[in-house]
């Protein structure tokens, strides 16, 4: 038998085909009784609305993106689980209790499923300034939001990660464990969480009388550039005792680095970094980190999308992160 067309399912409810796909739409109001019949007819018949169709009427395609342009060495980590896919993760189960599918998208404009695929709306994680992920979706009028905000752009509805005062939080708990002369090691990025940080360090050595040592450093190299890094200024500078590291794959870098001068951890250097991922849990020893509250941060992510899809933006405030203190950093 051929498969029923939204005609036949008309003729079979004796109403009109309008009616049958406003019923299935929810675009216009139909009586809550004939949607009923329709939709049991469909069922009887064997009659599906075509996805493409409703998309079309719609103006939905039921499916949201999360997008971000940070290089892979920061992004994943150990088993390539990371900050980017624990977000991914959450914001994928947020997605599919509403009836949505999520999708992970590459981070380079020019890639073909941007051209090929269509998005309801775009979730981007720790956009950089003038980001070109950004620009591509701005430029097609599709509905963005963004963990952590945009450096310069506070008309895009974001979930604020609070990263300044994560900083702030890490670097407070080095000087309570007595260190004096603490290194930074962040981004290089123009994206907020590394902005934050530069300038928290920065208040923090003026605050506290400590010669400012901060390296901002590239995060396509990742661990390496870290490694490098703070093997050269651990020699330059014994004095060093503690280091606050904005990106965990720079975190693993100082320990390789601080294990190879035979500096002991944390005995001679105590070290702390932001994401409590499997790099901090991992490590050896286990590096004080900050649970930033990612999961409860995808899902605010997903509702914030959803509000500006439906013309309603704001902004949201992460919960306060905590600390979680590891052998890294205490005796």
């Given at each position: 038998?051929?498969?029923?067309t939204i005609?036949?399912?008309a003729?079979?409810a004796?109403v009109?085909?309008?009616?049958?796909?406003?019923?299935f739409?929810g675009r216009?109001h139909v009586d809550?009784?004939t949607?009923?019949?329709?939709?049991?007819?469909a069922?009887?018949i064997g009659y599906?609305?075509s996805?493409?169709?409703?998309a079309?009427?719609?103006?939905?395609?039921?499916?949201?993106a999360?997008a971000?342009?940070?290089?892979?060495a920061?992004?994943?980590g150990?088993?390539?689980?990371g900050?980017l896919m624990?977000?991914?993760a959450?914001?994928?189960m947020?997605a599919?209790?509403?009836?949505?599918?999520?999708?992970?998208?590459?981070?380079h404009p020019?890639a073909k499923s941007?051209v090929?695929?269509g998005?309801d709306?775009?979730i981007?994680?720790e956009?950089m300034?003038?980001?070109?992920?950004?620009?591509?979706?701005e430029q097609?009028?599709?509905p963005?939001?963004?963990?952590?905000?945009v450096?310069?752009r506070?008309?895009?509805?974001?979930?604020?990660?609070?990263s300044r005062?994560?900083?702030s939080?890490?670097?407070?708990?080095l000087?309570?464990q007595?260190c004096?002369?603490?290194m930074a090691?962040?981004?290089a990025s123009q994206r907020?969480?590394?902005?934050?940080s530069r300038?928290a360090?920065?208040?923090?050595?003026?605050?506290?009388g400590h010669?400012p040592r901060l390296?901002?450093?590239?995060e396509e190299e990742?661990?390496?550039?870290a490694?490098?890094?703070?093997?050269?200024?651990?020699?330059d500078?014994p004095?060093?005792?503690g280091i606050f590291?904005?990106?965990?794959?720079?975190?693993?870098?100082?320990?390789r680095a601080a294990?190879?001068?035979?500096r002991?951890?944390?005995?001679?250097l105590?070290?702390?970094?932001?994401?409590?991922g499997?790099?901090?849990?991992?490590?050896?020893?286990?590096i004080?980190?900050?649970d930033l509250?990612?999961?409860?941060?995808?899902?605010r992510?997903?509702?914030l999308l959803l509000?500006r899809i439906?013309?309603?933006?704001r902004?949201i405030?992460?919960a306060?992160?905590?600390?979680v203190p590891?052998?890294s950093?205490?005796?």
């Amino acid at each position: 038998m051929a498969k029923p067309t939204i005609s036949d399912l008309a003729k079979a409810a004796g109403v009109s085909v309008t009616t049958v796909s406003h019923a299935f739409s929810g675009r216009r109001h139909v009586d809550p009784e004939t949607r009923k019949r329709i939709q049991s007819l469909a069922e009887q018949i064997g009659y599906h609305p075509s996805s493409a169709a409703v998309a079309l009427r719609s103006g939905r395609t039921g499916t949201i993106a999360l997008a971000s342009s940070m290089p892979f060495a920061v992004a994943a980590g150990p088993s390539r689980l990371g900050f980017l896919m624990e977000i991914a993760a959450s914001a994928a189960m947020s997605a599919l209790t509403r009836n949505l599918a999520l999708c992970l998208i590459p981070p380079h404009p020019s890639a073909k499923s941007y051209v090929s695929a269509g998005f309801d709306g775009v979730i981007l994680v720790e956009p950089m300034r003038d980001d070109p992920v950004l620009a591509h979706f701005e430029q097609r009028q599709t509905p963005i939001v963004s963990i952590g905000t945009v450096p310069d752009r506070p008309d895009i509805p974001a979930v604020d990660l609070r990263s300044r005062d994560t900083a702030s939080l890490l670097l407070t708990h080095l000087e309570e464990q007595r260190c004096r002369n603490v290194m930074a090691l962040v981004g290089a990025s123009q994206r907020t969480s590394q902005i934050e940080s530069r300038a928290a360090y920065g208040a923090f050595a003026q605050t506290h009388g400590h010669a400012p040592r901060l390296l901002a450093l590239d995060e396509e190299e990742g661990e390496e550039i870290a490694y490098r890094a703070t093997l050269a200024a651990l020699r330059d500078d014994p004095r060093i005792d503690g280091i606050f590291a904005a990106v965990d794959a720079f975190a693993s870098g100082a320990v390789r680095a601080a294990q190879e001068l035979g500096r002991r951890i944390p005995e001679d250097l105590r070290l702390v970094t932001r994401y409590d991922g499997l790099r901090a849990k991992l490590s050896r020893p286990p590096i004080t980190a900050v649970d930033l509250h990612l999961p409860d941060i995808a899902e605010r992510a997903v509702e914030l999308l959803l509000d500006r899809i439906d013309g309603k933006p704001r902004m949201i405030e992460a919960a306060m992160p905590e600390l979680v203190p590891r052998r890294s950093s205490t005796l």
